[in-house]
């Protein structure tokens, strides 16, 4: 039979393993919805509204003098930053001897709609510096913000210079308009007053919509078929089904701090012109005179680096480092790279300034 | 163009017909039913003008909405095409064995990725994707007003009446946090003494 179609057994062997592993792996695998991501155990230290302040138990001797106060992203929740024992930032950091406090902003409701900037960093995130610094008896803190939180924390920095020690911006969202993601893209052109006044807060599955055009083919098809041909690595599938989870869990953005965000920082391009308006002050970046430290990662397809890098430049600051990792947004902060490279330059960096 | 023309020049003809018999019929009708003027049927003829327009209206949003989701899907198609040819042309310098089953699997998801980001990252698709989100705030908008003509003959709270709850409500949260903020430095301040 000289038209007979050539098939390589080995294609056809590997076709029928995908499938008999689809069909597999709902007795091997647990249901995504009853995975628990919390990990590392904490107080709840202090709550308003929604918002709640997480106080993180070591299980070392505290080592250094200033707390940490990590401001997270809007986006998604805190759980990235602790999602595995050995890829988790928290555990880290805390094993570095480092007393760690973290914002979780909760889940705005419709009756949130209204807030804006001025409640999260001169409300919510003030109220906590003060109250770490009342708890440990300490008048400035650290502070780490991570993605729209490292957007968050610098602006905070700017506005209130005499509480912050060190601020440590990570994948910060700082110069709009160099941001070269489909992200930034999509923000230029959109109509965010109409949408705001139409829909309140940000429904999550708006952003679903704008995380999905992100990478379409490798997060939308690639990483599927290669959870179905892992599905006999058990440390594979339990990071997957984590990081998944957590991918599909952000709550909504309130309407008015999301009004602000698009039309200030990708728009206009306020903040790093030093013409963006908080709570009816000026932020200037110059106010940043504390040691800072900027962390970005080359792959970074949400936050581009040259989005983050600008503040390095932009701040008043004379003891200030940037460092560019060669990860992704999210590589930088949950993976082994960063557990060997990021967080133990950021814990030296940290403990020389610490204890000052 | 010109059958555009056409269409909303005959949507225009409706829209004046409709309105037209809605305002005789209200006229012709309002006397009698205000003898019902503490029951929902009142209220209701009064707004139905309303409840009119913004359904010619929302029809007027619907064919711009339909033409921008009509563009978003031939961008993706035309992009997906283009694509295909590209890995098509790839893949035949492939091997079809399982050695090779992983590099023919990367070029299809690079070319694509790669694609789609430059589609996803350009101009046309940032400004279409723009008109086709306003275009659904604006259907949106319509489906609200038309759901507050309907509330507001059942004496129930409107999108802006609740809107204006959550305004003060908002105001009042920031009020007493300044006043415990300050409540809270002053005792300091006393303890210090």
Known sequence: MENELKIDPKLVAEFFKFNKNMIEAPKMVPVPDEINLEMTPYDVAYSEDKIRLLHFNSPTQKQHQTPLVIVYALINRYHILDIQPHKSWVRNLLNQGYDVYMIDWGTPSNIDKYLGFDDYVNGYIDNCVDFVCNEASVNKVSMQGYCTGGTLATVYAALHPNKIKNLVATAPVIDGQRDTTVVGNLAKHMDVDNMVETIGNMPPEFMYYVFSVLKPFEQGIEKYINFFRNIDDKNYVDSFLRVEKWLNDTPPIPGELFRQWIKDIYQDNLLIQNKMYVGGKLVSLKNITMPIFTQVAVGDHLVSPECSMPLHYAVGSEDKTLRIYPTGHVGMIASSFSQKNVLPELGEWLKERSNK | ?193
């Open chain 2, 1 to 193: 163009m010109a059958a555009q023309s056409d269409y909303k020049k005959s949507l225009e003809y409706y829209k004046h017909l409709s309105l037209f018999w809605t305002d005789i019929v209200y006229l012709m009708s309002s006397k009698p039913s205000a003898l019902t003027s503490a029951g929902p049927m009142r209220k209701f003829a009064m707004q139905a003008k309303k409840l009119a327009t913004e359904m010619i209206e929302a029809n007027e949003d619907l064919t711009e909405f339909n033409t921008r989701l009509a563009e978003y899907y031939k961008q993706l198609s035309d992009t997906w095409i283009e694509a295909q040819k590209r890995v098509n042309k790839k893949i035949t310098e492939i091997p079809q064995d399982m050695e090779h089953l992983e590099a023919s699997k990367r070029v299809w998801i690079d070319m694509f990725e790669n694609d789609f980001t430059q589609l996803f990252d350009s101009e046309k698709f940032g400004e279409n994707f723009g008109k086709l989100i306003s275009s659904e705030l604006e259907l949106s908008k319509h489906w609200n007003k038309m759901l507050s003509v309907l509330l507001e003959t059942a004496n129930i709270p409107t999108k802006n009446d609740i809107d204006e709850i959550y305004k003060e409500l908002h105001s009042l949260r920031k009020r007493m946090s300044k006043l415990e903020k300050n409540g809270n430095q002053t005792k300091v301040k006393n303890n210090g003494k």
